[in-house]
């Protein structure tokens, strides 16, 4: 029987990526990053959708060099419908039709952040892969997002807890930003925190009821930290870089799994994964370990490259809809906004 080969697209935001899946196994992910924004500091939209213009056929024409598929090969294609960049999401999404209908096969919509979460899933064929069992809990942390989800099924997602300002990578970047770090700041901390006291400075934790998280109280004690201590020492950043970064890691790190914890026991669910930009940070993989130790968690950290924004996310994604015959029509617009 002729396989099921879904390709992926991702373009939410500055990350251009394709990725061929067949019969649920990955066969390619390829990513172009755009370094065109690294002067401004942030993500500038208008220059975001161009760069992908730029790079989504070259990207998808690798993807399935690589995994060694033809056109005619494809099932569906599945592409980012949202949220994200609205120009961003026109140029996979216009591609996605175009293509899809050039081929006359079925187009699936997938929510990026769902697609986050179904992570897990993605499966190189490898003997002895782990994968979350429904139902499980997803701390979702990325630079927009900081979420507790509570997954029952790939298509049935609840959010338990979300912030209700800042999200946990805003807050490292901000962070990042006022002690002169560029951006996105996280990993930066991340690695000067290597070398830094953790316990050198204690930050306000915020008091939110529920399964919710605040990180804005925290950057606000921040920055009234540097205030006082520069008007004693001028260059008290610079002497103190690795320990504030180390400090304000662990801070960030506390908040979030105190909520996750307090949500596990409430709901006794043991199977607990993390996903988005933030799960990167090597004092929260450090936490998420120990957990699993102290509380018997079954703890699902997903590989380095799957946490950032990519395309095989989508193409997983893609697959349990195609499976489910859940297709969406070629009049589909993206949308920048929406919860999972
Ligand atoms: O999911 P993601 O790639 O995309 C967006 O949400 O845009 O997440 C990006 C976020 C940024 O805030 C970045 O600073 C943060 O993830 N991040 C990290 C680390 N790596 C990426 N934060 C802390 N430690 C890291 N190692």
New binding site residues.
Partial sequence: MKPVVILGIESS?DDTSAAVISNGILLSNITAGQAVHASYGGVVPELASRAHQQNIIPVVHEAMRVANVSAQDISAIAFTRGPGLLGSLLVGTSFAKGFAQSLDIPLIDVNHLQA?VLAHFISEGREGERMPQYPFLCLLV????SQIILVKAYNDMQIIGQTIDDAA??A??KCAKVIGLPY????Y??KLAENGNADAFQFNKPQIPDYNYSFSGLKTSFLYLLRDKIKETPDFIEQNKCDLCASIQKTVVEILMAKLRKAAKDLNIKQIAVA???S???ELRRAFAQHATKYKWEVYIPALGYT??NAAMIAISGYFKYLDNDFCSLNSVPYARVTV
């Fill in positions: 935001c986050h990325s630079g927009g997002n990578g805003e490292f970047d996105p700041g996280g990993p901390i991340d988005g930009g933030v990167a940070n090597s950032t924004d």
